[in-house]
């Protein structure tokens, strides 16, 4: 659950296959509306300024086809330059979304592409960054929520849960 300076709560895990999150006003502790068009949503997190919320799909869908390698560049060298050492991460077609929404209108500004289906995310202290984690898969994924762009990919071994910043403003995971 995230909750906003505004006296809401968005909550996407008990509505998981309603495809939806719900939106609760927190002072008469009643569903106040929904979010629509997101698919299995599970972790969520919002914004430092409370104006985007970023809710992960629990599902997988197809996304674009992986870049193929280039004659002559090592498996390595293709991994870092498509997001770091992702190779634990699965480079299958079967992506993850995140969905970006504007928390004033309810509507999903952004769908932004990562590898594998979502588990729990976070937003960095200083907004820039939304970090997934992707327990299926055996990674997190940092993206820049300004570009869209999947910035790393990092394997962490089996079934990473949740992901947490440190006061220096460090990303970690724990596992199950």
Aim: charged share 15%; proline share 5%.
């Amino acid at each position: 659950m995230a909750t906003a300076d505004t006296g809401r709560a968005y909550v996407p895990v008990p509505m998981g296959t309603a495809d939806s999150v719900g939106v609760i006003d927190l002072e008469s502790r009643q569903m106040a509306s929904s979010i629509t068009g997101t698919v299995n949503t599970h972790g969520s997190a919002l914004t430092p300024d409370g104006r985007y919320l970023v809710a992960g799909s629990l599902s997988a869908h197809e996304g674009q086809k992986p870049a193929s390698r280039s004659e002559g560049v090592t498996e390595d060298e293709h991994a870092a330059h498509h997001g770091g050492g992702a190779a634990a991460v699965s480079e299958e077609s079967n992506t993850g979304l995140l969905y970006v929404v504007d928390t004033a209108t309810n509507a999903i500004a952004r769908k932004l592409e990562v590898p594998g289906p979502v588990h729990h995310v976070l937003v960095t202290s200083d907004g820039r960054y939304a970090v997934s984690t992707h327990s299926m898969g055996g990674g997190i994924s940092i993206v820049d929520l300004d570009s869209g762009k999947l910035v790393k990919a990092v394997a962490t071994g089996p079934a990473p849960n949740y992901v947490v910043e440190t006061g220096d403003g460090a990303v970690s995971s724990g596992q199950q």
